[in-house]
C-alpha cells in the first residue's frame, strides 16, 4: 500500500509539473522609473489588463524594470530567459535597450516584441532580427506624416535637435533621407542627451540659423527640455516632436510652451475624435475604455497600447502554435514567431498588424495622425 501510495504521489506531481508546463509565460522589460518612466508607467499598467487565458492556456507575465538602463535591460532579458524559462520576451521601452535585448532574443532563439519606435529594431531583416518584432510605428511611417505636413504649409529651412542615441540618430536619418526628396533642407544638427539639465548651447545655435520650423527628436518628459529652451529664448516658430512625447507627463512639464506642438500620433491618441470610418477607432476604443476604467479618465496614451497591442498580437498567434508544442520548449517558441509573423489584418489599438517575413512591424497608414497641442490638450488636425 505505501508503495502504491508513494507510485500516486509521484504521478500527481508529474502531472502537476505537467500543467505547470503547460502555462505560457511572458516576460516583460520595461522603464518604470529612470528618464523613461513617463513611457513606461503606462505600459506598466497596462500589463495588468492583458488576457490571462490564452488558447484554454494560462498566462503569467513577469515584469521587471530596467530604470531606463541599457544594461539593466539585458541583464533582465537574460534572467527572464535563463532563470524564468519565458516562451516569449515583450520589451523595453526604449529603443536603446530594445536593440541591446537583440542579440539576448535571437542567441536563446525567443521571440521578442518591442514597444520602442526605432525602425533598426527589425530593420533590415537578419538571422538575428528574425526573432524580433514591435508594436510603434517605425520613425519613418511618423516621419513620412511630419514631412507631408511640413510640405502643405511652406516650411523649407529644419533645424533638427535629437536624442544622443539610437532614438535620435534613426529619427535623423530617416527624416533627412526624406526631408533631401522632398526638398527640405536641415540647416541645423544637434544632439541633447535624456538626462541633460540645460541645453542653452544646442538651441542658440538652432535659433542662429533662422528656421522656418524647429524638429526635436526626443521622448517622454525629457524632449520637453529644449522645446521650453527655444520658447524661453524667443523662438516663436513652429515645433514639430515626435510621437516619443505622446503622453499627459510631457503636456505637465512642458507646460505653457507646448502650445501648438505639432506630432504624429497613433490612432488611440485620439480614438474618440476619429471619425466612425476610421478602420482602427474601434479596436482603439476598447482599450482606451478599459485603460481608463482602470487608471481613470484622460489617463490613456500610446505608450500603454504599444504594450497592450503586443498582448493583442501574442493572443493572435499563441493559439496558432499551441496547435503545434507545448510552452516551455524551444519548438513552441519557435512555433510562436511562426505565428506572430503570419499575423494578418489583426487590430490593436495602434494600428492594423499584418507580419511578413520581411516586415516584423506591419503597419501602414491606418496607424497614424497629425495633431496639435491645443489648450494644453491633444486636438486632432484635419
Not at 352 to 372: N, P
Request: net charge neutral; aromatic share 6%; hydrophobic share 45%.
Amino acid at each position: 500500500m505505501k508503495l502504491r501510495n508513494t507510485l500516486l504521489a509521484a504521478i500527481g506531481l508529474a502531472f502537476a509539473a505537467g500543467a505547470a508546463q503547460a502555462d505560457i509565460n511572458v516576460g516583460v522589460v520595461l522603464s518604470a522609473t529612470g528618464p523613461a518612466a513617463s513611457l513606461g508607467i503606462p505600459e506598466k499598467n497596462t500589463i495588468s489588463l492583458l488576457p490571462t487565458t490564452i488558447g484554454g492556456e494560462k498566462v503569467n507575465y513577469i515584469v521587471l524594470d530596467d530604470a531606463s538602463d541599457t544594461t539593466t535591460a539585458v541583464k533582465n532579458a537574460r534572467k527572464l530567459i535563463d532563470e524564468n524559462k519565458v516562451d516569449v520576451l515583450v520589451g523595453s521601452t526604449t529603443s536603446p535597450a530594445s536593440l541591446a535585448m537583440i542579440d539576448v532574443v535571437a542567441e536563446s532563439r525567443t521571440p521578442m516584441i518591442s514597444m520602442a519606435a526605432s525602425a533598426r529594431i527589425v530593420s533590415p531583416m537578419d538571422d538575428q532580427k528574425r526573432w524580433v518584432f514591435k508594436t510603434p510605428q517605425n520613425d519613418l511611417q511618423m516621419a513620412s506624416a511630419i514631412v507631408e505636413h511640413m510640405l502643405a504649409n511652406g516650411i523649407k529651412k529644419v533645424a533638427f535637435i535629437g536624442f544622443a542615441n539610437a532614438y535620435g540618430e534613426g529619427w535623423h536619418e530617416q527624416f533627412k533621407n526624406l526631408a533631401d526628396d522632398k526638398g527640405i533642407q536641415i540647416v541645423a544638427n544637434e544632439r541633447f542627451n535624456p538626462a541633460d539639465t540645460s541645453v542653452t548651447g544646442q538651441a542658440l545655435k538652432l535659433m542662429s540659423v533662422k528656421p522656418d520650423a524647429v524638429f526635436i527628436a526626443g521622448s517622454g518628459t525629457p524632449a520637453a527640455l529644449p522645446q521650453k529652451s527655444l520658447r524661453e529664448r524667443g523662438y516663436k516658430g513652429p515645433i514639430y516632436q515626435t510621437h516619443g512625447v505622446a503622453n499627459n507627463d510631457f503636456l505637465r512639464i512642458c507646460g505653457k510652451d507646448c502650445e501648438g506642438t505639432l506630432l504624429p500620433v497613433g490612432p488611440v491618441q485620439m480614438a474618440r475624435s476619429l471619425p466612425d470610418s476610421h478602420p482602427v477607432k474601434a479596436s482603439a476604443l476598447k482599450y482606451v475604455e478599459k485603460y481608463e476604467a482602470a487608471n481613470g479618465a484622460g489617463s490613456v496614451s500610446s505608450f500603454g497600447a504599444y504594450a497592450w497591442d503586443a498582448g493583442v498580437l501574442l493572443e493572435a498567434a499563441a493559439p496558432v502554435a499551441l496547435k503545434n508544442a507545448k510552452p516551455g520548449t524551444a519548438e513552441f517558441r519557435a512555433a510562436l514567431r511562426d505565428a506572430l509573423e503570419g499575423v494578418k489584418e489583426v487590430a490593436g489599438a495602434t494600428g492594423i498588424y499584418t507580419m511578413s517575413a520581411e516586415d516584423h512591424l506591419g503597419l501602414d497608414e491606418r496607424s497614424r495622425v497629425m495633431i496639435e497641442i491645443r489648450n494644453g490638450s491633444w486636438s486632432l488636425l484635419k
